[in-house]
């Protein structure tokens, strides 16, 4: 629990961090004065101010913020002296791109995450193999004797030239012993096997994860690119997958009122960040990029308190030509963030209730002592 929460949060300080550096940096380049940079959340333990702009280290250390003059629209706020460095007095382009510049940063931070781990444990590369990932157990894989990093040459003779083929040969013959061919190191071997005609749900006939996907290394001055490639083509996929699900998750909220059960809120990412903690460095850097991602997804949709709900009010300017009322913006951006904390606490309950009903008492136990 101990490794959990520390984890949890230097993932999500780094993650935020990265996410208001974005900001400060585009705000700078704007000249857009950057009264405050925190670290962490207030109150203030210690301070310095160089320049125009005050650093923070701040006594909760989780995530950070920064703090642009001029944020909030306020009437009357060119009667400061300083008002020309105020974000609301900058162009609508400018302050779109610091807007957006946070999510932008979590964005290239994905990419960043997934490139190391490609240029350090390799390339994944689609082959015509069946290879053996995983083994389910009590299931007929592993009672044939089938292991991890077996390839599947042949099913009853017939050599296999895909992994649709070897699915496809094995539910044909549900129910009937069939013979695979098994290359396992430097030898090949013959197995038995009966797949099941009525498996557990989400198991399949002979209980084996299989892909056609392996690890390829190649020159060490290749890596890095490669890598890079990689990593972006994975963050891209990974928006793809995020979107999809977001846009399922809102239908189910709006539609048809019910709170998704596969959403994660704080307790359920630090649950599985604890799980992530004991596989390793790697994993971690793959769960950061992961939830970078998911949260720069989350952070431009065009609703009030995000970084989206922001920049529809700068559409809204640029379609109109004037500016939204402060009030109006104030209440708006109020509003949004009563909704978003409620339904957090929803789903930080729904977490709750996931994580004590899959875990036996011993279990439960263990999530409560911190060590």
Same mark, same amino acid.
């Given at each position: 629990?101990?490794?959990?929460?520390?984890?949890?949060?230097?993932?999500?300080?780094?993650?935020?961090?990265?996410?208001?550096?974005?900001?400060?940096?585009?705000?700078?380049?704007?000249?857009?004065?950057?009264?405050?940079?925190?670290?962490?959340?207030?109150?203030?333990?210690?301070?310095?101010?160089?320049?125009?702009?005050?650093?923070?280290?701040?006594?909760?250390?989780?995530?950070?913020?920064?703090?642009?003059?001029?944020?909030?629209?306020?009437?009357?706020?060119?009667?400061?002296?300083?008002?020309?460095?105020?974000?609301?007095?900058?162009?609508?382009?400018?302050?779109?791109?610091?807007?957006?510049?946070?999510?932008?940063?979590?964005?290239?931070?994905?990419?960043?995450?997934?490139?190391?781990?490609?240029?350090?444990?390799?390339?994944?590369?689609?082959?015509?193999?069946?290879?053996?990932?995983?083994?389910?157990?009590?299931?007929?894989?592993?009672?044939?004797?089938?292991?991890?990093?077996?390839?599947?040459?042949?099913?009853?003779?017939?050599?296999?030239?895909?992994?649709?083929?070897?699915?496809? #040969? +094995?539910?044909?013959?549900? @129910?009937?012993?069939?013979?695979? %061919?098994?290359? *396992? !190191?430097?030898?090949?071997?013959?197995? =038995?096997?009966?797949?099941?005609?009525?498996?557990?749900?989400?198991?399949?006939?002979?209980?084996?994860?299989?892909?056609?996907?392996?690890?390829?290394?190649?020159?060490?001055?290749?890596?890095?690119?490669?890598?890079?490639?990689?990593?972006?083509?994975?963050?891209?996929?990974?928006?793809? #997958? +995020?979107?999809?699900?977001? @846009?399922?998750?809102?239908?189910? %909220?709006?539609? *048809? !009122?019910?709170?998704?059960?596969?959403? =994660?809120?704080?307790?359920?990412?630090?649950?599985?960040?604890?799980?992530?903690?004991?596989?390793?460095?790697?994993?971690?850097?793959?769960?950061?990029?992961?939830?970078?991602?998911?949260?720069?997804?989350?952070?431009?949709?065009?609703?009030?308190?995000?970084?989206?709900?922001?920049?529809?009010?700068?559409?809204?300017?640029?379609?109109?030509?004037?500016?939204?009322?402060?009030?109006?913006?104030?209440?708006?951006?109020?509003?949004?963030?009563?909704?978003?904390?409620?339904?957090?606490?929803?789903?930080?309950?729904?977490?709750?209730?996931?994580?004590?009903?899959?875990?036996?008492?011993?279990?439960?136990?263990?999530?409560?002592?911190?060590?």
């Amino acid at each position: 629990m101990f490794l959990s929460i520390i984890t949890f949060l230097v993932v999500f300080t780094v993650i935020i961090l990265v996410h208001e550096l974005g900001h400060f940096l585009t705000a700078r380049k704007a000249g857009i004065r950057v009264e405050e940079f925190g670290f962490g959340y207030p109150p203030r333990a210690l301070a310095k101010k160089i320049g125009k702009t005050t650093l923070s280290l701040n006594w909760l250390p989780f995530g950070g913020f920064v703090k642009l003059l001029g944020e909030d629209l306020k009437e009357g706020y060119k009667k400061s002296k300083d008002y020309k460095e105020a974000f609301w007095y900058k162009s609508r382009r400018q302050r779109a791109i610091v807007i957006i510049s946070g999510v932008t940063a979590n964005f290239l931070l994905a990419i960043v995450c997934f490139s190391i781990v490609y240029s350090l444990l390799g390339i994944p590369t689609q082959t015509e193999r069946v290879n053996v990932v995983g083994i389910l157990s009590q299931s007929p894989a592993e009672t044939a004797g089938l292991k991890e990093n077996d390839v599947v040459l042949e099913v009853d003779g017939q050599k296999l030239d895909n992994l649709d083929q070897f699915i496809a #040969l +094995v539910d044909e013959k549900k @129910g009937e012993e069939i013979g695979l %061919l098994i290359g *396992r !190191g430097n030898e090949n071997l013959t197995l =038995a096997i009966e797949p099941r005609e009525t498996p557990p749900e989400g198991e399949g006939p002979l209980g084996v994860i299989v892909s056609n996907v392996e690890i390829k290394k190649y020159p060490l001055w290749q890596m890095p690119f490669r890598g890079t490639v990689e990593g972006f083509k994975a963050a891209i996929a990974l928006v793809g #997958l +995020v979107v999809s699900g977001l @846009g399922r998750i809102l239908s189910n %909220l709006f539609v *048809r !009122g019910q709170v998704p059960t596969g959403v =994660a809120g704080p307790v359920g990412i630090m649950h599985m960040t604890g799980i992530v903690a004991h596989s390793g460095i790697m994993a971690v850097l793959q769960f950061v990029g992961l939830i970078s991602v998911n949260l720069a997804i989350i952070n431009i949709l065009p609703f009030p308190a995000l970084d989206g709900g922001r920049l529809l009010f700068i559409v809204y300017e640029a379609i109109t030509k004037r500016r939204p009322k402060p009030s109006f913006e104030a209440w708006t951006n109020a509003a949004g963030m009563a909704f978003l904390i409620i339904f957090l606490l929803l789903v930080t309950i729904n977490d709750i209730k996931r994580i004590f009903m899959s875990t036996d008492l011993l279990e439960k136990i263990k999530t409560i002592l911190p060590f």
